[in-house]
């Protein structure tokens, strides 16, 4: 390594930032875009680092030797391919973070105000999901490594997205399991309050639904769901066929069998 690409990664070392831009590496290289786009070129063909995208590296480990397609923590790359913007992991990356899947997750989504085109990385999907920038709460800082940290959506979040959204997370009812399975670090008083602050009727009524479903005993914040419900039925599950009996207690069409709810249980 010649020393201009050794002060490159120790510097980009000592600022903890494996994943780094084009931008950076022209501010501490003090070279301009022309010259320092040859020499990245020159370390990715050296196996020092790797492209992920318009402008955008990360470095290799010294003890992957020459390997030239390395993405290091999907989470990582997905913080950096925000450029900066507003922007927390959510859905189905956030369960996995949280702890509340059971199957391996092959997209990884992202929840942003700002419109940016999905894409993949050397064999990772990467979807963003546009969101209200009023809709930018219940999120908080994550540790995905001893180095790394992203923001996320909390629990109380991660289920709320989900049953917005219930197909960037497998379906609802696996948004149903990881309620279930996260059930003792749930504060419904904080579900309630993020789901009365999104205001999205079909949401109410699925959280309301299931937090009763599961046995969670908190009527007063339950009823606090209840007294912002409208005459107008929503689906349980969006996904599936409009079917199933109306529960009126929720305004819920339930399209997904209360066995199949209560299996969850069971796993």
Known sequence: MGPQAAHLVATLHERGRRIFTLAEAADITKSKAASVRSFLRKLVNRGIATRLGTGLFILVPFELGRERDYLGNPYAVARELTRGKPYFISHGSAMDLHGMVT????????????????????????????CKPTHLFGTMEHWIDKQEQ??????ER???????????????????????????EVNVERLV????????????????????AYGFQAPGSIERLRAHLTDAYQPLD???????????RW??????SPEEIQAVVRT
Do not use: H, M
């Open 251 to 256: 305004k819920l069409r339930v399209n997904v």
């Open 158 to 184: 991660t289920v709320l997205d989900g049953l917005k959204q219930p197909e960037y997370c497998g379906g609802l009812t696996e948004v149903a399991k990881g309620l279930w399975i996260r059930r003792g």
């Open 150 to 155: 992203v923001v996320i959506s909390d629990i």
């Open 103 to 130: 199957q391996p997750q092959l997209v990884v989504y992202v929840s942003t105000p700002k419109p940016i085109r999905g894409r993949s990385v050397l064999g990772a999907e990467f979807r963003f999901v546009r």
């Open 238 to 248: 969006p996904l599936l066929p409009a079917e199933g009996k109306f529960v009126s």
């Open 193 to 212: 309050d993020y789901a009365l602050r999104l205001g999205i009727g079909a949401v109410i009524r699925r959280a309301g639904y299931l937090l009763e």
